[in-house]
């Protein structure tokens, strides 16, 4: 099957490691162009080379700088003359209890996780070509709450219906929104969240085993690219069949 990426454009957010570098792999493959933005300027630069870099390029940029998504969208127009969607995804929310975190941790998440990706959505939307694409990574938290993750079972949710919302509004122009739901997918931020929550045993997982960074990537290469034209609202869980829930 043709995913019909050759020659797009795709902003790809917190695209330096992780989720969105093996999204930006998955999208080059195919033969997309895209924006990786991350803070730290060296890790952006290693990304961009290993990606080959006549199909990348890396902007500096911290999701709670509100000038941030028009920087964005300014690198891809610049190089690249157009924009067909982008990958609204940042660095994870703090560990903890909602009995245990201090307002301004609350307070801070909420700029970086929740209006970083509002500001995206708003500013990316407005420019994109026909048929463009937005999907946010959100987690299994929209579903079920994970404990130990209070700040994400309390912003997530409202991200998700976020993404229901604007998938109705922007549906007019052509422009689909879905989410993306990772369960347990193999990066530096699940070392993290395992050596500060009690983690979790790949035997809760009915796949027996943790996802890999680029299994993400090949579905949410599908889900922003111009063959997944009918699929718009949806929230994809990529966790195998972790969650209990639909
Ligand atoms: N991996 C999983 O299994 C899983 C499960 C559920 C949800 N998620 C969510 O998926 C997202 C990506 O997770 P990941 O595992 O790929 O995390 P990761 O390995 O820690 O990568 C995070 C990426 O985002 C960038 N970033 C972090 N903070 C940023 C900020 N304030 N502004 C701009 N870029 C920023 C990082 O680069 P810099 O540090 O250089 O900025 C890096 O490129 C997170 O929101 C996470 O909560 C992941």
Redesign the pocket.
């Known amino acids: 099957m043709d995913l019909g990426l050759a020659d797009r454009v795709y902003v790809v957010?917190?695209?330096?490691?992780?989720?969105?570098?093996a999204v930006a792999r998955a999208l080059t493959e195919e033969g997309a162009r895209v924006v990786l933005?991350?803070?730290?300027a060296a890790?952006?630069a290693s990304a961009v080379e290993a990606l080959n870099d006549h199909r990348a390029t890396g902007v500096v940029?911290?999701?709670?700088d509100p000038a941030?998504p028009e920087r964005l969208v300014a690198a891809a127009l610049d190089r690249w003359g157009r924009l067909d969607g982008a990958l609204v995804?940042?660095?994870?929310?703090p560990i903890g209890s909602a009995l245990d975190i201090p307002d301004d941790t609350w307070r801070g998440s909420f700029e970086?996780?929740f209006l970083?990706a509002v500001r995206n959505a708003r500013v990316i939307s407005a420019n994109l070509s026909e048929g463009g694409s937005l999907a946010f990574?959100?987690?299994?938290?929209v579903r079920v709450p994970i404990p130990g993750l209070d700040v994400?079972n309390g912003l997530r949710p409202g991200l998700a219906m976020l993404t229901k919302g604007l998938s109705v509004q922007l549906g007019g122009q052509g422009i689909r929104v879905n989410a993306l739901?990772?369960?347990?997918?193999?990066?530096?931020?699940?070392d993290?969240v395992d050596s500060g929550t009690a983690g979790s045993s790949s035997t809760a997982i009915p796949l027996g085993r943790i996802?890999e960074?680029a299994e993400f990537g090949r579905i949410a290469a599908f889900v922003l690219s111009p063959a997944a034209s009918y699929l718009s609202g949806a929230m994809i869980p990529v966790d195998g069949a972790a969650t209990q829930a639909y």
Request: charged share 15%; aromatic share 2%.
């Open positions: 957010g917190g695209g330096s490691r992780g989720l969105g570098f933005s991350g803070r730290n890790s952006l940029a911290d999701s709670v941030s995804n940042s660095g994870g929310p970086s996780v970083g990574v959100l987690s299994t938290s994400s739901l990772p369960g347990r997918i193999r990066t530096e931020r699940t993290l996802g960074p």
